[in-house]
């Protein structure tokens, strides 16, 4: 399911897909379905490089890692080298991540900067982040389950961000609903402040 949407982003030009995998929250779950998570993201790690090599596609984690096993943080490092120079799209798994940790550390590393702009704090917000580059504003953000909450993710590059809201949980959302989701968006009418005739007429 994972590959088959990450497959058909790469083949619809995308040229970032962030994928939210275990937020900073998820800590408060049982254990033993925390350990069954990381499980599943050390295996996706490992079977997923290659793939991303083979499609020339770029792996970043994001998030925090002070909190994650030595194992999985060398399996992180791993396939972010090995995937370094791959030209094709960028794909970021957030992982014990939380935006408003990701604001809040950021604004701390900048109190004593006198005169920060945007482009300085998008800087350091990818520095916390462990963003290889910062990440661009998102354009669609897709939320499964039924749920309609943004749940601590992205919120500073959602500010313009198209939400697109499905029943179906994230196991079972495939290349079909990525597709519907996509002509969805093509049809919303984004106009970031300004009224339907100044789109037009840029």
């Known amino acids: 399911m994972v590959d088959a949407v990450v497959a058909a982003a790469a083949r619809r030009g995308i040229d970032t897909l962030t994928l939210y995998a275990f937020s900073s929250d998820n800590w408060n779950r049982p254990p033993a379905e925390v350990s069954a998570l990381f499980t599943l993201?050390?295996?996706?790690l490992l079977t997923q490089t290659q793939r991303c090599l083979e499609r020339s596609i770029r792996i970043n984690v994001i998030g925090r890692r002070d909190r994650l096993g030595a194992g999985l943080r060398q399996l992180i490092e791993r396939s972010e080298r090995a995937t370094a120079e791959c030209s094709g799209m960028h794909l970021r798994i957030a992982i014990d991540y939380s935006a408003q940790h990701s604001l809040l550390e950021t604004c701390r590393r900048l109190r004593l900067e006198p005169d920060v702009d945007k482009s300085r704090?998008?800087?350091?917000?990818?520095?916390?982040?462990h963003a290889v580059i910062p990440a661009p504003n998102v354009d669609l953000l897709i939320r499964t389950g039924?749920?309609?909450?943004?749940?601590?993710?992205?919120?500073?590059?959602?500010?313009?961000?198209?939400l697109h809201f499905v029943e179906s949980l994230w196991p079972d959302f495939g290349e079909p609903a990525f597709e519907e989701a996509l002509a969805e968006y093509a049809r919303r009418d984004r106009r970031f402040g300004r009224?339907?005739?100044?789109?037009?007429?840029s």
């Open 146 to 162: 039924g749920e309609k909450r943004l749940s601590d993710f992205l919120l500073w590059e959602c500010a313009y961000a198209e």
């Open 41 to 44: 993201l050390r295996r996706h």
């Open 121 to 129: 704090f998008v800087e350091r917000l990818a520095e916390v982040d």
């Open 195 to 201: 009224v339907t005739e100044q789109c037009r007429a």
